[in-house]
């Protein structure tokens, strides 16, 4: 449990935690404030959520304990549950993801309790969702599912407030499902990563650009002419490798999935087993939502100076600890970038701890990508309060009629608009009568 401390006339306690959060300096707020109302104008159907919400407030009373990466976006999200009448608590979901001046804008702007600080240990990561649990939430919102993770094995009595959840992510969506399969699942939580509106734009086009976005801002290295080796084709995958493609790079693909490596193939990647291109990489990227994906004899056939970077939820992807047995010795080369010196000479450089590198060296999605998926968020806390009560203690899809509603606000914010069916049309959809 975290200590807490005597607070101060500003409602910080002189270690920086209170119950108005544990940011890293209140004094960042003013560069915070600039940054979420960027990404706010650019999140226009989030803006209309939060209008509505603001007269409406079909969140009244309702406690909201939130780990997510604490990135602008999430920020702006937070604003639009907090205008719907919700009380919301906001704890990072990685430690290395917080943007510090966001966070103290959270706490001195928008009164909105924040416990998150850039390069958290692993100790006071998990104080701080405990603290966020600590607030008594009716509704709990996870990316990566160590918040829930945490509620029915630490913190089992605060499991009775709680009505329902949502998840952002697909780790996430894959850990509660084993835990709906194990019945540790005590209330209904809504997978948001399923939702169309959300992985197919957030994790292909959004992982995409800003994971290349926090290798060039760790590395500064040419794409064009490189070889870029990507471990798993699904979202996230797919968007990263059109990108480095993009960017002139040759994308070699390895997969485990016989479908996703065939679609890999045929969309120009050479597809190859991470044996085979182990010697051949300039820069390795992980997203798979697996575990030691690069491993020992991975690292021991890499060329001097291959870069290795981690884009999936887990810092699990690149075995570290095995890295770290086969150096001799390592240093900071520059910021998220360290030097690796194996036995015999060759160099590896790790990026950014192996934790996402679009977080820890870059901003993470833009914000006109984060407008879809957090406007699921935000109207499915609204679809909890009012029918959790008719969901089943298990992992359910984002309805239709939201994802729907998602994209048709998105498109009119865009400017654009589509056909619809005429009535011969509709009717002729409808049925099986006419033919060749
Ligand atoms: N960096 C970010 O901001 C961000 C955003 C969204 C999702 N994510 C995370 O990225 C990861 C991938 O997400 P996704 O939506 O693409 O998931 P996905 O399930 O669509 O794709 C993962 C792919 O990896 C493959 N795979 C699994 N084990 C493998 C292995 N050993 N070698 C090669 N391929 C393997 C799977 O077959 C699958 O095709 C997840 O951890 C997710 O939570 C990160």
């Known amino acids: 449990m975290p200590t807490r401390k005597t607070e101060t006339k500003n409602g910080i306690a002189a270690n ?8 890293k300096d209140l004094k960042l707020a003013r560069d915070g404030k600039a940054r979420i109302e960027w990404a706010d104008r650019h999140m226009p159907v989030l803006r209309t959520i939060r209008a509505r919400f603001a007269k409406q407030r079909p969140l009244k009373n309702v406690r909201i304990a939130a780990c997510l990466h604490v990135t602008t976006e999430t920020a702006n999200l937070m604003r639009t549950l907090q205008a719907g009448g919700a009380q919301v608590f906001l704890c990072g979901s990685n430690p290395l993801s917080t943007q510090d001046d966001v966070a103290a804008s959270l706490v001195a702007d928008f009164q909105i309790p924040t416990f998150a600080i850039k390069g958290e240990d692993h100790k006071t990561y998990y104080s701080h969702i405990v603290s966020c649990i600590e607030a008594r939430p009716n509704i709990t919102m996870d990316d990566g599912c160590d918040l829930v993770t945490v509620l029915p094995t ?16 697909s780790t996430g969506v894959t850990r509660l499902r084993a835990m709906a399969a194990d019945k540790t699942l005590r209330y209904p939580v809504v997978a948001i990563n399923d939702a169309d509106t959300k992985h197919l734009f957030d994790n292909r086009y959004g992982t995409g650009q800003s994971t290349m976005d926090g290798v060039l801002r760790a590395t500064n290295m040419l794409v064009a002419g490189s070889t870029v080796v990507i471990a798993g084709y699904g979202w996230c995958g797919r968007g990263l490798a059109a990108r480095a493609k993009g960017m002139g790079a040759t994308v070699l693909v390895t997969e485990v999935n016989p479908v996703r490596a065939l679609e890999a193939a045929m969309d120009g990647h050479q597809v190859v ?14 997203v798979t939502g697996n575990k030691s994906v690069l491993r020992r004899e991975h690292f021991a056939a890499m060329k001097d100076g291959a870069i290795v970077a981690n884009s999936g939820h887990f810092n699990v992807e690149i075995d570290i600890p095995a890295l770290e047995r086969m150096s001799v010795g390592k240093r900071m ?23 996402l590198i679009n977080l820890a060296a870059a901003e993470g999605h833009p914000a006109m990508v984060m407008d879809m998926s957090f406007a699921n968020q935000a109207l499915v806390v609204e679809h909890l309060v009012r029918h959790a009560d008719r969901l089943e203690k298990d992992v359910h899809g984002v309805p239709e009629a939201i994802d729907k509603e998602v994209a048709r606000l998105k498109l009119k914010s865009m400017g654009t608009t589509i056909d619809s069916l005429t009535p011969a049309q509709a009717k002729y959809l409808s049925t099986w009568s006419e033919g060749t």
Do not use: N, Q
Request: hydrophobic share 30%; glycine share 14%; proline share 5%.
């Open 16 to 23: 920086g935690e209170a119950k108005t959060g544990h940011v």
């Open 154 to 169: 630490k913190m089992k009595p605060y499991l009775k407030d709680v009505f329902a959840g949502t998840e952002e992510t």
């Open 273 to 286: 087993s991470m044996t085979e291109a182990a010697p051949r990489g300039d820069l390795f990227i992980t």
């Open 333 to 355: 080369a520059r910021p998220y970038v360290e030097e690796y010196r194996l036995r015999g000479g060759r160099r590896v450089y790790l990026l950014g701890e192996g934790r």
